[in-house]
């Protein structure tokens, strides 16, 4: 593994399986540098949630809710939103807005949160990091844009640009 300072933070660059036996090893907050929380190691489940709609195609706030009680009884030791799994990129910025709400405030602390931030494009990405700070996550997940293409240096500026303005754990996907 290597690693990288960009901004505030200290990335660990490696492949996702070396990361993953890393986390469940080390905890999240063996990766970040000063300034950051320290996390328990993670070892268990991290489901990633849907996204529920009703028969009108509009998100469904109390099966979202209902969500996340089924993934906490059923042991999750944190859960994640806004992943590709949970179609992020058909939902509305009011919708991600308002389903952030309703997860922090359902979770109320009992386990980590950790949302997916990858946007269209790199501006979008760093945006969404800022919101999921303010609005409660305990970590964010960050993928490349989705329909900007970035050049290696770009993806770099991205990283250094979400490092320096977030404080929260990172988790690359």
Do not use: W
């Not at 509009?58 to 939103?81: F, L, M, P, W």
Request: charged share 20%.
């Amino acid at each position: 593994m290597e690693s990288c300072n960009m901004g505030r933070r200290t990335f660990v660059l490696s492949t996702g399986a070396a990361i993953a036996g890393s986390l469940s090893t080390m905890g999240a907050g063996a990766v970040a540098s000063e300034g950051t929380a320290k996390m328990p190691p993670f070892q268990g489940m991290m489901p990633i949630m849907a996204t529920p709609v009703d028969a009108e195609y509009k998100v469904d706030i109390a099966s979202q809710r209902r969500h996340v009680e089924y993934c906490i009884q059923s042991g999750a030791v944190a859960i994640g939103h806004f992943a590709y799994a949970s179609e992020f990129q058909k939902i509305s910025d009011a919708d991600r807005s308002q389903l952030l709400d309703v997860v922090v405030e359902q979770v109320a602390g009992r386990i980590p949160f950790f949302a997916g931030v990858t946007g269209r494009t790199a501006v979008d990405t760093v945006r969404y990091a800022r919101e999921a700070e303010t609005r409660g996550a305990d970590l964010i997940m960050v993928s490349l844009p989705f329909e900007e293409q970035l050049d290696p240096e770009s993806t770099f500026t991205m990283f250094r640009e979400i490092g320096s303005n977030v404080s929260l754990p990172i988790i690359i996907q």
